[in-house]
């Protein structure tokens, strides 16, 4: 889509690294394409260690708005001088506004707390329940001892932050002294990553001593951590698209406050870490999330095996009795999915479209979908709009 010339420049500092902030840039520009927003992105890697010296030269130029999802601490310095529009991707700390008007975005903590606890106390019973990282999500860990308190006796709270090896030994430390079993929630999928390196270093057996969960659900930490970790997913795709909302507010009427937007927590992706399951179920599972992550960028039923390290006619078997679908017929509908998706929320051409979806050819993806859905995709795009 072409950039009209009186756009808006704005600026989006975004935790690239992970894929929160991965979907959240998705989310935000699939919002300013279907709503047709004048505005000029550039987009930069909170995560960098160079970010300010980067980011000083962007601001300083002058940009109509900005969007903060995590950051180092020399470029939280310059965010607080900010007089455009800020539009901070977490919850509200001391020191965390612009000079400007501030709008902040997050995840439902108290939902994302209270269902880390009813995933847990599902798998008991326990000898002990806790939250580790309160420190980072306070809100986050008071929810979920507020959901356990009424009828569990031991919940701990660990609350200082993991940093390096010393982090991870004073960790391994508290989890020894927990009586087993146990489970803990982690504040998100990086500290459960710390804590099932801990509880290694403490000898405890995951999920039988201690079962562990955290939040985010990146797929590929939680894939490929040993065991796979369950985790809460919480939809940063919609918390992309209130970002952008809210700032068009902000940009609109600069007076008018707006009101703090919560994305929500779509449900427990459960893995190894809480739930020790059959052999076929766990391949099953993993077979899904590497589906859901991969579907669109032209993977095949023997990408997924492969990635399994299993042969195709096992995984294909699990998968089947597991989901009442083949892995080819996940992939395809996915696909054919996402397509709806860009016609429904885009301007782009459908050979482009079908290239994006992971189809090798137009043609092929037209045809697909005029058999699944009973109409040609321009068709169905004219139908929508």
């Known amino acids: 889509m072409q950039t009209p010339p009186d756009s808006t420049d704005i600026v989006l500092l975004m935790r690239l690294s992970m894929r929160s902030g991965r979907d959240i840039l998705h989310g935000f520009s699939s919002f300013v394409q279907r709503?047709?927003?004048?505005?000029?992105?550039?987009?930069?890697?909170?995560?960098?260690?160079?970010?300010?010296?980067?980011?000083?030269?962007?601001?300083?130029?002058?940009?109509?708005?900005?969007?903060?999802?995590?950051?180092?601490?020399?470029?939280?310095?310059?965010?607080?001088?900010?007089?455009?529009?800020?539009?901070?991707?977490?919850?509200?700390?001391?020191?965390?506004?612009?000079?400007?008007?501030?709008?902040?975005v997050y995840g439902n903590e108290t939902a994302i707390g209270r269902m880390g606890a009813a995933h847990l106390e599902s798998q008991g019973p326990f000898q002990s329940l806790g939250f580790v990282g309160a420190d980072y999500c306070p809100a986050r860990a008071e929810a979920f001892r507020a959901a356990l308190s009424p009828r569990h006796a031991d919940i701990r709270i660990y609350e200082p932050r993991i940093q390096g090896d010393a982090g991870v030994a004073a960790l391994a430390d508290w989890l020894r002294a927990l009586p087993r079993p146990s489970a803990v929630m982690a504040a998100w999928d990086d500290v459960a990553l710390r804590v099932l390196e801990a509880a290694e270093r403490a000898g405890m057996r995951v999920p039988r001593d201690l079962a562990v969960l955290g939040v985010d659900n990146d797929e590929l930490l939680c894939e490929t951590s040993l065991p796979t970790l369950s985790s809460v997913d919480v939809d940063h795709v919609r918390m992309g698209a209130l970002a952008a909302d809210s700032l068009r507010r902000m940009l609109a009427n600069p007076d008018q406050p707006v009101p703090h937007r919560l994305?929500?927590?779509?449900?427990?992706?459960?893995?190894?870490?809480?739930?020790?399951?059959?052999?076929?179920?766990?391949?099953?599972?993993?077979?899904?999330?590497?589906?859901?992550?991969?579907?669109?960028?032209?993977?095949?039923?023997?990408?997924?095996?492969?990635?399994?390290?299993?042969?195709?006619?096992?995984?294909?078997?699990?998968?089947?009795?597991?989901?009442?679908?083949?892995?080819?017929?996940?992939?395809?509908?996915?696909?054919?999915?996402?397509?709806?998706?860009?016609?429904?929320g885009t301007d782009l051409p459908i050979a482009r479209i079908a290239s994006s979806c992971g189809f090798r050819t137009p043609t092929h993806a037209m045809a697909l979908f005029k058999e699944r859905f009973g109409c040609s995709m321009r068709e169905w795009r004219k139908a929508r709009r």
């Open 35 to 104: 709503e047709r927003c004048h505005w000029r992105l550039h987009v930069f890697n909170s995560d960098h260690d160079r970010l300010s010296d980067y980011l000083g030269g962007a601001l300083s130029s002058g940009v109509g708005g900005v969007v903060a999802h995590g950051m180092v601490r020399p470029a939280q310095a310059l965010l607080s001088e900010i007089r455009a529009p800020l539009v901070r991707l977490g919850s509200p700390s001391p020191g965390s506004d612009g000079a400007g008007p501030t709008a902040y």
């Open 263 to 344: 994305a929500p927590a779509t449900g427990v992706v459960e893995r190894q870490s809480t739930h020790s399951v059959a052999p076929g179920q766990t391949l099953a599972k993993r077979a899904a999330a590497f589906i859901r992550y991969n579907a669109t960028r032209g993977i095949g039923a023997a990408d997924v095996a492969a990635h399994l390290g299993a042969s195709r006619s096992l995984v294909d078997s699990a998968f089947r009795k597991g989901t009442g679908e083949s892995v080819q017929g996940m992939i395809l509908r996915l696909r054919l999915e996402a397509m709806k998706e860009k016609l429904r």
